[in-house]
Each structure stands twice: as C-alpha cells, then as structure tokens.
C-alpha cells in the first residue's frame, strides 16, 4: 500500500469474496485503535455488532455481488474498547489475479454531528442578530429561514436512512433486522412486567408453484399483497415483518396462546378469501408463546416446528407450539 493510501483522511479495507481482511490503512487502524496484527486475516464481521452483521448480510453482500459495488451504506464498527463508531461506506469489487476482491472506503459520521452542533450555533446567532441589530431584520429572517430549511433537509435524511435500513423494500414491511430488534424489546418487557407475548410464522403454501407458473414477478405481486393483507388486518399493536423469502413474522404483545391463534386464524382467512390473480393463495401458520423459559432463539425454534406441522398436515392451517405437546401426549 502507498503512503498517501495508508495515511489518507479516510479509512481503508481490502477484503476477499469470502470477507477476510487482507489490507487496511494506518487510518482506520488509529481511528479503531487496533494494530495491524489485530486486524489482518480476520473476517470484517469481527468488527460487527449483530445488528450491522445483519444489514452486511441482507445488503452489502447481495449488493456487491449483483452491482459489484455499494454505495452510501450507514454502517458501524467496534472500536478496539467496545463501542461503536459510525461510519458511510462505499465499496468496489475488481478482480486481481483471478482473485475477486473487494476495496472499502470508509467515511466518518462524526461530521454530520458537528454539522448539527454548526446549524444550532447559527440558529442563536440569528436569534441575538434580532435583538441587537433590528436594522438586518429583512437578511436576518432570510437566514433563519434557511436555516430552519437545512434543519428538516437533516432530520428528513436521517429519518429516511434510518426507514431503509429497517424496511424490506419489496413488500414496504418491516424487515428482519427491525424484527430481531423488537423481539430482543419484547422479551425485555416479558422479563420486567412477566406479561407474555406470542409470535408467529407464517408462509406461504406452495409459493414455487406460483413462481414457476407465473415468474417471479407475478411471485414478488403475491409478497407484496400478503403484505398488504397483513399490515391492514393485523392489530396496530402488533410488529409485521418479513422475515425472508415467502416467510412473514408476526409478534402479538400481551397475547395470550388461545387469542394468538384465534387472531391467526383471522389472518389466514383473510388470505384465503382475498382475491389472487393466480388464483387461491393460502397460508400456514406456526406459533409459539413466551414462556419464562424461552430465549429470542428457542421462541422461533417452536413457531418454526408448529409451522412445520401445519405444512406436513395439509397446509392452510395454524398450528400453535401446545398443541405439538398434546399430540405426543396422546400417541
């Protein structure tokens, strides 16, 4: 690596297809606080909460892969001490010695605080030019305006960051990392209040048959309607998101087993009854019930078993964790 690379004002990784780290420059190593040695020949998830483990999955690699490049992705990293640093990062794949490799360039967030920290600072300076000097009101009033103007361009920016990288953006739902972060919120509640919850999977029956029939355009219409389907039917209380594929999600606060599946049911034949442009479309459904025993993990675990059962006893049903237990019971 040149000199002017390894100490540019900006951070530098090269990574392999597979993630290894196989060059960063001396500027990112300062700014995180790790050595070379700490860095070199490690998976760039190392460097990741769980959370950016999964915008990396869902985004950064698709992305690279299909574009071979990324553009703008608000992104954070470890420091050497724990906590995480925000950064934009844009990245290039090129092949070398064929050898796919993939080059990071990684900007600072910090800027866009100082920017805010600026606008604030010139708001009161307007507001003192007010009083002091009424002879600049007309150019003063101009200011503030503009100020005010780069304010909510800011907060509009900054709540659209934050929108994308929470929504899946064929269906408009939430999407799975937004889902992983309620549901770690909702077991944060069970333990304090012991009120539990329910959730649920839900998938779509024969949804190949659909893609192979019709494409995968048609396909991606089914997603988007369910989609539809299931944010307009289901509570405002409740959290929908796709979880991936035809899969959808859905966690139920402060309900019960005997009103979750009730409320599944409603959904299903909701499904069920709407009208297809491939004809009937319908959907099992698996659920599950905190209980003081369950972790985020083991709650999914059972969902997916229940969902499982309602696929292997002729789909288009709901299936709910307990009833897996009564069925062992009475063989």
């Not at 009161?124 to 009424?134: C, G, N, T």
């Not at 009033?141 to 304010?151: D, F, N, P």
């Not at 993990?297 to 002729?314: C, F, H, M, P, W």
Request: net charge negative; hydrophobic share 35%; glycine share 4%.
């Amino acid at each position: 690596m040149d000199k002017q690379l390894n100490y540019a004002p900006c951070g530098f990784l090269s990574i392999s297809h597979e993630g290894i780290i196989t060059e960063v420059n001396q500027t990112f190593l300062k700014w995180m606080g790790y050595e070379q040695a700490d860095v070199l020949n490690k998976h760039i998830e190392f460097l990741m909460s769980i959370p950016n483990k999964l915008i990396f999955h869902s985004y950064f690699y698709p992305t690279i892969n299909i574009q071979r490049c990324v553009e703008e992705l608000f992104i954070s990293f470890k420091h050497q001490d724990g906590i995480s640093n925000p950064y934009l990062l844009n990245a290039r794949m090129y092949t070398e010695d064929e050898m796919e490799r993939i080059d990071c360039i990684l900007v600072k967030m910090k800027k866009r605080i100082d920017y805010e920290l600026e606008l604030r600072s010139a708001k009161k300076q307007v507001e003192a030019a007010y009083i002091d000097k009424e002879r600049a009101l007309a150019k003063l009033e101009q200011i503030h305006l503009e100020i005010e103007q780069k304010q909510a361009e800011l907060l509009e920016m900054n709540a659209t960051l934050i929108e994308l990288s929470v929504t899946d953006k064929l269906t408009g739902l939430k999407n799975r990392r937004y889902f992983q972060e309620k549901l770690e919120e909702q077991f944060s509640v069970f333990d304090k209040t012991a009120k539990s919850f329910s959730l649920f999977i839900l998938d779509i029956d024969h949804f190949k048959k659909v893609n192979d029939t019709f494409g995968h355009q048609v396909g991606d219409e089914v997603l988007a309607q369910l989609a539809q389907i299931l944010k307009t039917k289901a509570r405002s209380e409740d959290t929908v998101a796709r979880y991936g594929g035809e899969e959808f999600v859905v966690i139920l606060p402060e309900t019960n087993e005997d009103e979750a599946k009730d409320i599944a049911e409603y959904l299903r034949r909701a499904v069920e009854y709407a009208k297809w442009q491939t004809g009937k479309i319908t959907v099992s459904i698996g659920i599950a019930t905190a209980t003081l025993k369950d972790s985020e993990a083991t709650i999914l675990k059972r969902a997916d078993e229940a969902l499982y059962v309602s696929k292997e006893n002729g789909r288009n049903r709901v299936t709910h964790c307990r009833d897996l237990s009564k069925q062992k019971d009475d063989n």
